[in-house]
């Protein structure tokens, strides 16, 4: 499994292997940077955060921010900011999530980023996952121009 499949594709057969990727895909982000999360609902988005926030080494437990809309993790530093624009109807409304201030310090995942394309900064990395049988996912991206 390396990021620099020439497909830009890969499977996962587990949730731990989702994990594994999301580490190895982190590579490809400079310091401060946004991904987003693409896919249906039971697609592993959450578990793929989970394996980046595992690269960070954070001992707080990283859950699906679908209610709280935005958790932040880890040291003030290199903060790791987790969203979710699932229950969001506009734009305004991610806006005054603070979006700009996550941008500017840490990584940002954000769940259902592809929702609001307008508003992903040149550079997201953009992870569309599609669930397959048995915990298998096919995981693909591309860096959002």
Known sequence: ?????????LIAHSIEETQV??????SL???NGVISLEGPLGAGKTHFAKGIAAAFHLEEEVTSPTFTLLQ???PRERPLHHIDFYRLNTE???LDLGLEEC???GITIIEWGNKFLS???KGTLRIALRPLDN???????HVHD
Do not use: C, H, V
């Open 119 to 121: 508003l992903l900064p």
């Open 103 to 105: 941008f500017e310090k």
């Open 29 to 31: 982000l400079k310091e």
């Open 21 to 26: 990727i999301a580490q190895q895909l982190l």
């Open 72 to 74: 932040t993790y880890g």
């Open 1 to 9: 499994m390396k990021p620099t499949n020439s497909n830009n594709l």
């Open 135 to 141: 915990d298998a996912r096919e995981i693909s991206w």
């Open 92 to 94: 305004e409304e991610a």
